[in-house]
């Protein structure tokens, strides 16, 4: 199962960056583990300075804006 963090304060794109990864996980077929960090310390302790980003099993895969349908298969599928 992939361990799915997106990091973000709470703006629009990052509330929309968690449905979009649900979506395409239920579409996939996949359980996954998502959470939502909005600790900026947390946050920034990834390395993080533009939101949302996405982590993918502890590793940061995307940061600064809403990932791609594509992207996000290509990362559960991993």
Do not use: F
Request: with cysteine; proline share 4%; charged share 20%.
């Amino acid at each position: 199962m992939k361990n799915i963090k997106v990091l973000g304060t709470g703006c629009a794109k990052c509330k929309n960056t968690i449905t979009l990864i649900n979506q395409v996980a239920e579409q996939l077929g996949v359980q996954i583990n998502l959470e939502k960090i909005e600790d900026l310390p947390q946050i920034m302790a990834y390395g993080v300075m533009s939101t949302p980003a996405v982590v993918v099993n502890e590793q940061v895969v995307h940061k600064g804006s809403m990932p791609s349908r594509e992207q996000i298969e290509s990362w559960i599928k991993e």
